[in-house]
């Protein structure tokens, strides 16, 4: 698998971890005093939020972004859908660049 695909999947991944994270694990949380939820997505989203940056970070290259569409790439990793975003609008074309005709 190369490096654009896998950050195709891990940025869909770690947007939906933080979704179910903050829309579901947490008012559990709060509101059914049920904390194991968070307990098991947390750390998932954690794992899926490192591989993102990382993933950015080293891919960066091969999709052809510049410093600004990296930083702003990062950005997204701490907002709950830009992870979909950068996905469906920089990652999959540059995905589709890349296929063989």
Do not use: C
């Not at 559990?28 to 904390?35: G, N, S, W």
């Not at 899926?48 to 091969?62: D, K, M, N, P, T």
């Amino acid at each position: 698998m190369d490096i654009v695909r896998a950050l195709r999947i891990v940025s869909i991944a770690e947007a939906v971890s933080f979704l179910v994270l903050l829309l579901i694990a947490m008012p559990f949380k709060y509101m059914a005093d049920t904390p194991q939820l968070v307990q098991l997505v947390g750390p998932i989203h954690g794992v899926l939020f490192l591989a993102y940056v990382a993933l950015v970070l080293v891919g960066r290259g091969a999709m052809g972004w510049n410093a600004a569409r990296t930083v702003l790439a990062l950005i997204a990793s701490v907002l709950p859908v830009a992870p979909l975003l950068v996905e469906r609008r920089w990652i999959k074309p540059a995905e589709a660049e890349r296929a063989p005709a």
